[in-house]
């Protein structure tokens, strides 16, 4: 079937959805399913992969194909499902505890191969499901529930830490930032290849003003860098702030509002070095930068596998008995 004609409450399971009130994942949950509704797929064509947490409760809430997996083994699961049926679109949700501590090394190696899911990484910057221990994304100094005197911890950016692994898509949104988020989800939609989503998102008990200079009207365009492919990395209420590159450091400037100096950095989201100094930009020295981040191509991992099975050819009549009994075994006496 193509162009599908479906809608946001096609993609709803009509569960009572549990999540407390006020939450960030709300929001997300919205904004991926209008995403799936807009790629005019049938359901059938899409599975929603998660592990443990708040966040992976998401599969019972969206009507397609879904399992909810075992604490941070998702992506080994959504791989397997991918591989099996290619035409799958197929999305990994995650949090910052699921996908970065005990699913770490799957992270890894998810988009070392490139294979061909939609990771998106709630990071609320605690575990909120088991009543809030530090997570790997928990800022230094606060004090939780196993970190009583204030984290020491250097803490992950997820961002950042996938445009260092290679990933061929890289972004980060706002749960509350529904235009930008939404055009972030539907290009992630679209990628041939890992695509990789960190959303940062409030969790009302633990983490209610973790990010809350970001969404407030009054200073968030002081504090947020819009990332866009192609303009300049500008900045500010009345946006005149720049980022500037010298010696490869980036550097704020300063001008009279639209007159944009030249020293300021164009974007180019198919430039990973840019890519990588710019995720790594953390409030106070520099804005929160939000957008997409980085696009490259390459083939993905699905497809050199399926290439590398038609080269083989048919191997039916090879049995396991006789591969494992073929010339390079030897036994042990």
């Known amino acids: 079937m193509e162009n599908t004609k479906l809608t946001i409450k096609d993609f709803s399971s009509n569960l009572p959805v549990k999540w407390c009130p006020g939450c960030g994942n709300f929001a997300i949950l919205n904004m991926i399913q209008k995403t799936m509704a807009g790629m005019s797929l049938p359901r059938e064509k899409f599975a929603v992969i998660s592990g443990i947490g708040c966040s ?11 399992f909810h997996t075992l604490h941070g083994r998702a992506l080994p699961v959504a791989t397997g499902a991918k591989l099996s049926n290619p035409d799958l679109s197929v999305w990994v949700i995650t949090g910052d505890g699921d996908g970065l501590s005990i699913g770490g090394n799957h992270m890894l190696h998810a988009i070392r191969r490139n294979i061909g899911l ?6 609320n910057r605690i575990y909120g499901l088991t009543k809030g221990q530090a997570s790997p994304t928990t800022q230094p100094g606060t004090k939780t529930k ?6 020491i911890d250097y803490p992950f950016n997820p961002a950042r830490l996938a445009v260092g ?6 972004a980060r949104g706002l749960d509350n930032d529904i235009a930008g988020t939404s055009r972030i989800f539907e290009r992630a939609a679209k990628h041939n290849g890992t695509a990789f989503v960190e959303v940062l998102q409030k969790c009302v008990p633990f983490s209610d003003k973790e990010f809350e200079p970001l969404k407030d009207p009054a200073a968030r365009e002081d504090l ?9 990395l500008v900045f500010g209420k ?6 500037a590159f010298r010696n490869y ?4 400037v300063t001008f009279k509002a639209g007159e944009v100096p030249a020293e300021v950095a164009v974007y180019d989201e198919t430039n990973a070095e840019m890519a990588y100094l710019v995720s790594g930009f953390t409030q106070p020295e520099f804005p929160v930068p939000v957008g997409v981040f980085k696009v490259t191509e390459k083939p993905s991992y699905e497809e050199l596998y399926y290439r590398q099975v038609a080269e083989i ?3 039916k009549g090879q049995e396991l008995e006789t591969l494992l009994a073929g010339p390079d075994a030897w036994e042990i006496k």
């Open 118 to 123: 939609k990771i998106v990484l709630f990071n």
């Open 56 to 66: 992976s409760r998401f599969p019972y809430y969206m009507s397609t194909y879904g």
């Open 146 to 151: 196993t970190t009583p005197l204030g984290a």
């Open 165 to 170: 692994l290679d990933c061929t898509f890289v």
């Open 313 to 315: 050819g048919d191997t």
């Open 249 to 252: 450091r980036p550097e704020i």
């Open 224 to 232: 947020l860098l819009r990332v866009e492919h192609g303009r300049p």
């Open 238 to 243: 009345n946006k005149d702030k720049g980022i």
